[in-house]
């Protein structure tokens, strides 16, 4: 049975058991990455894996929550030793292994427009077999590459092509850090509308701070909301956050 949220609304389902999460510098999309492995955790009794393949961002990768994630039982495929904080392509034979043998579900946050999805080049062949997976493209409205429907479909088609994978759908993540509100989630919903009216995609989820959703009613026509958590800081937040203690 689906679960929801405030407000009546469903939240994000998958029959498929691989998903794709890819976006541009600061989209959001590993918080989302994040997130979804968590409540794809909590929803189900499958096993949840997340991949971290983000070799851009050097900043907010979801291999900054593994402790966390560890804690709701998900596993973190991420390099290891020193190579753990590597902006290198590093392919480990495990994220192959997590593809093609995949049990329960397995979360690939992918990361730096096309650039960063090159990475995927090197695993498409593991799907040759017809594994089935959903590949989603995090959209933020307030980001110069996804600013609008043109320029959103342009670095689509970019990460498709490095990529050798194709999207299957859509989430509306537009925020400006700790100056987001309900206005700008709302223009984020508008943008994905009418990105998914001129590529036929489906929006998969809506998501922003589960604060927002909770200190506003935002009409999202129906779609399914993820509701986030605060879960990888800046470098300088962690700092901050250390001298407290």
């Given at each position: 049975m689906m679960r929801r949220v405030s407000?009546?609304?469903?939240?994000?389902?998958?029959?498929?058991?691989?998903?794709?999460?890819?976006?541009?510098?600061?989209?959001?999309k590993s918080e989302v990455a994040v997130n979804l492995s968590q409540h794809l955790a909590?929803?189900?009794?499958?096993?949840?894996?997340i991949v971290?393949?983000?070799?851009?961002?050097?900043?907010?990768?979801?291999?900054?929550?593994?402790?966390?994630?560890?804690?709701y039982g998900i596993e973190a495929v991420v390099p290891e030793g020193a190579h753990e904080y590597a902006d290198l392509p590093i392919i480990l034979?495990?994220?192959?292994?997590?593809?093609?043998?995949h049990q329960g579900k397995t979360v690939l946050d992918v990361g730096g427009d096309?650039?960063?999805?090159?990475?995927?080049?090197s695993l498409s062949n593991a799907f040759d077999d017809g594994?089935?997976?959903e590949m989603l493209i995090v959209l933020n409205a307030n980001r110069p590459f996804t600013s609008d429907v043109e320029s959103s479909i342009k670095m689509m088609k970019g990460i498709e092509k490095a990529s050798r994978l194709t999207f299957t759908g859509l989430i509306s993540n537009s925020h400006m850090m700790e100056y987001t509100d309900a206005e700008?989630?709302?223009?984020?919903?508008?943008?994905?509308?009418?990105?998914?009216?001129?590529?036929?995609l489906p929006?998969?989820?809506?998501?922003?701070?589960?604060?927002?959703?909770?200190?506003?009613k935002i009409d999202t026509g129906g779609l399914p909301v993820l509701p986030l958590k605060r879960m990888l800081l800046k470098p300088w937040e962690k700092e901050s956050k250390a001298d407290k203690r």
């Open positions: 407000g009546h609304q469903d939240l994000p389902s998958f029959s498929k058991d691989i998903i794709i999460i890819v976006g541009g510098y600061g989209s959001g909590e929803s189900q009794d499958k096993h949840v894996t971290d393949l983000d070799i851009v961002n050097p900043y907010f990768r979801s291999r900054e929550a593994r402790k966390r994630l560890a804690e034979p495990r994220v192959r292994g997590s593809i093609e043998g096309d650039v960063g999805a090159r990475v995927l080049s594994t089935e997976y700008i989630v709302k223009a984020g919903i508008e943008l994905a509308v009418k990105v998914s009216k001129k590529t036929s929006i998969a989820f809506v998501s922003a701070l589960k604060e927002i959703f909770e200190k506003s």
